[in-house]
T-cell receptor
Framework: GQNIDQPTEMTATEGAIVQINCTYQ??????LFWYQQHAGEAPTFLSY????GLEEKGRFSSFLSRSKGYSYLLLKELQMKDSASYLC??????????FGAGTTVTVRA | GAVVSQHPSWVICKSGTSVKIECRSL??????MFWYRQFPKQSLMLMAT?????????EQGVEKDKFLINHASLTLSTLTVTSAHPEDSSFYIC??????????FGSGTRLTVV
């Protein structure tokens, strides 16, 4: 089966940096997504990694190590609007997309 | 591009009735559609995978007779919650896959069973 772990909650100050870790064990691997989700809304795409290394996109960066089954999402220059749930999701060998439990990030002034 | 329309956005129904939720890919043909359920403060749990023209594949623990999925065309999949009960109240989200990594989500349906 799929096992995707990420911390439940994180709190940071406006302007700071936060790193959300995700470890996974899946049957096959075809990539890893990071999504942002606000309560009652659908997830919004942030990043996709399929090869090892760092993908940078503005204030958000995502890293993947396939050998370690590990990824992180780095949020820089935090803004109040970044307060949300961040979901790590893995595409397995059957192209099913499975989600971690999500990390609630609270940004404080 | 890559827009998925999910309807209705919210629905309130009486216990024992059935509710149908539609998921349409508006500008692409979806080879596969996925249905998720999300309870408050929890993550998205995959319920089933549907491919056009074939029976849906349900995840372990999901009752196929209760959650009927019909994937009638490459642009439309429906989820019917039959004989709904209050414990079925949840946020249901569909996702349409257009290629190996292109997953697009619908806006979700908030179901409340009273």
């Amino acid at each position: 089966g799929q096992n995707i772990d990420q911390p439940t909650e994180m709190t940071a100050t406006e302007g700071a940096i936060v790193q959300i870790n995700c470890t996974y064990q899946t049957s096959g691997f075809n990539g890893l997504f990071w999504y942002q989700q606000h309560a009652g809304e659908a997830p919004t795409f942030l990043s996709y990694n399929v090869l090892d290394g760092l993908e940078e996109k503005g204030r958000f960066s995502s890293f993947l190590s396939r050998s370690k089954g590990y990824s992180y999402l780095l949020l820089k220059e935090l803004q109040m609007k970044d307060s949300a749930s961040y979901l790590c999701a893995v595409i397995n060998g059957d192209y099913k997309l499975s989600f971690g439990a999500g990390t609630t990030v609270t940004v404080r002034a | 591009g890559a827009v998925v329309s999910q309807h209705p956005s919210w629905v309130i129904c009486k216990s024992g009735t059935s509710v149908k939720i539609e998921c349409r890919s508006l500008d692409f043909q979806a080879t596969t559609m996925f249905w998720y359920r999300q309870f408050p403060k929890q993550s998205l749990m995959l319920m089933a995978t549907s491919n056009e023209g074939s029976k849906a594949t349900y995840e372990q623990g999901v009752e196929k007779d209760k959650f009927l999925i019909n994937h009638a065309s490459l642009t439309l999949s429906t989820l019917t919650v039959t004989s709904a009960h209050p414990e079925d109240s949840s946020f249901y989200i569909c996702s349409a896959r257009r290629d190996s990594i292109g997953y697009t989500f619908g806006s979700g349906t908030r179901l409340t069973v009273v």
